[in-house]
């Protein structure tokens, strides 16, 4: 956790803060992104490929996340992400990516799911001494990758544009990350997300 202190939210701009921090999370986001980009690919089929890096990106690690959170709760616990919960879905990560794999997915599917897999791999290392924000990360991330995948007119890149802001500060609002932690946690997310999916799809 950065150095802003973590608030309760209790005042409407908080509760606004929380409902954006949680449908704009890097669980729904994982798990949204390789379906709309299969689908856009191919159809129903990409669609279907999708399911599985949108299982082993995000719901499998968050229902790991969580129960080891349960586990957790009456430790005291410093910052960031615990090491068993960044090593287990970086395994999951690489079983789905090796489904897409052996399946022959469609391209563009596979190098969604690569994408995610680059951001844990660098985001995590950074996390160990810096708290950057993995939502802020992952949300930079899913806009260039819906930017490179679709042909998005203005208003639509707006409307992205729009949406990464709102998380980023969402997580301002709420007092889990620092102004840097969120800037440099959506620029390190767009630049690996980017560069990565630009170069398998």
Avoid: N
């Amino acid at each position: 956790m950065g150095a802003a202190t973590v608030m309760r939210p209790t005042s409407p701009p908080e509760l606004a803060a929380h409902l954006v921090s949680t449908l704009l999370a890097p669980v729904p986001l994982a798990a949204a992104l390789p379906i709309a980009i299969g689908w856009h690919a191919a159809g129903w089929y990409g669609g279907m490929w999708g399911v599985v890096p949108a299982v082993f990106t995000g719901i499998l690690p968050y229902l790991h996340a969580r129960r080891l959170r349960r586990a957790q709760a009456a430790t005291v616990q410093a910052g960031g992400k615990p090491p068993r919960q960044v090593a287990v879905a970086l395994v999951s990560l690489l079983i789905g990516v090796a489904a897409l794999v052996i399946g022959q997915a469609p391209r563009e599917v596979l190098a969604a799911d690569v994408a995610l897999l680059c951001i844990l791999l660098v985001t995590a290392p950074i996390t160990i001494r810096w708290d950057i924000s993995y939502h802020a990360a992952v949300a930079a991330g899913a806009v260039v990758v819906c930017c490179l995948a679709y042909t998005v007119p203005l208003p639509g890149v707006t409307a992205l544009i729009a949406g990464m802001v709102a998380v980023g500060w969402s997580r301002l609002r709420l007092g889990h990350h620092t102004t840097a932690e969120v800037v440099v946690g959506a620029l390190v997310g767009a630049a690996v997300c980017g560069l990565s999916f630009a170069f398998l799809a």
